[in-house]
């Protein structure tokens, strides 16, 4: 049984909510990322595109998610990310925690957003309403990094 | 010599006009294989740039071998 998987298209939550249901559980606690129409300061975003490299992406997400169980006394917990193009307001990452108590379903659901953001090869482009565009902790690094040897 | 392909995302994907190639190349390594092709396309600086081999995060000194699939990674953005 997966525990994290992309989604290319908009899909319902309520089936993979049920999915956390289970008779020991007494809380569930979830994270929905959204997009948002500014960034680092920058008003203007019409919308994004995702991109990820799927194989490695579910690879990594499992991981993470098998890291959540082995470090929080939960009970079943999902994730799904969105690719492709997304329009403001639109659910891009969704995170799913049940647990017989709500501290572990809290932190775990924490843990699990937090690892994606940092280690799921996932890509985001923003697009701006004055027509400029740029992937996202890429371009500011290629402006910022030139004098620094790629393989660090 | 080995025969090997290259798959490229987000911002590697657009700079290099292509989402993959087969090569033939005598790198050693996949840290000299950038090398190799930094030389052919001139990467824009990526900082904290990691690299994977058939589905798997590894090491730049990883040795190459015929058939290998290898995707740089850019910094992410998930989320």
Redesign the interface.
Same mark, same amino acid.
């Given at each position: 049984m997966s525990h994290f998987g992309f989604k290319r298209e908009r899909f319902d939550l309520a089936p993979h909510q049920a999915l956390l249901a289970d008779p020991v559980a007494g809380a569930y606690a979830s994270f929905e990322?959204w997009v948002r129409n500014h960034n680092d300061g920058r008003a203007g975003v019409l919308y994004l595109e @995702? $991109?990820? @490299?799927e194989?490695?992406g579910v690879? $990594?997400g499992e991981r993470i998610i098998a890291e959540a169980f082995a470090r929080f006394d939960i009970t079943k917990a999902h994730c799904i990310?969105r690719l492709g193009k997304l329009e403001i307001g639109e659910l #891009? &990452?969704w995170v799913g925690v049940s647990a017989a108590h709500r501290d572990a379903a809290f932190a775990a659901c924490r843990y699990i957003?937090d690892e &994606? =953001?940092?280690? *799921?090869?996932? %890509? =985001? =482009?923003e697009h701006y309403a004055d027509g400029d565009s740029g %992937? *996202?902790?890429? $371009?500011a690094? #290629?402006a910022? #990094? #030139?004098?620094?040897p790629?393989? =660090? | 010599m080995v025969q090997i392909r290259v798959e490229y995302f987000a911002i590697l994907r657009e700079h290099v006009g292509s989402a993959h190639e087969a090569l033939s190349t005598s790198a050693a390594t996949v840290g000299d294989l950038y090398e190799e092709l930094d030389r052919r396309y001139a990467f824009p600086a990526l900082g904290r740039l990691k690299v994977a081999v058939n589905d798997e995060f590894c090491d730049w000194s990883t040795p190459l071998q015929d058939g290998d699939m290898v995707v740089f990674i850019p910094p992410v953005a998930g989320g």
């Open positions: 990322g @995702y $991109e990820g @490299y194989q490695l690879k $990594e990310h #891009a &990452v957003i &994606v =953001k940092h280690r *799921v090869p996932i %890509w =985001k =482009k %992937w *996202v902790n890429c $371009e690094c #290629a910022h #990094a #030139a004098d620094t790629p393989l =660090k | -």
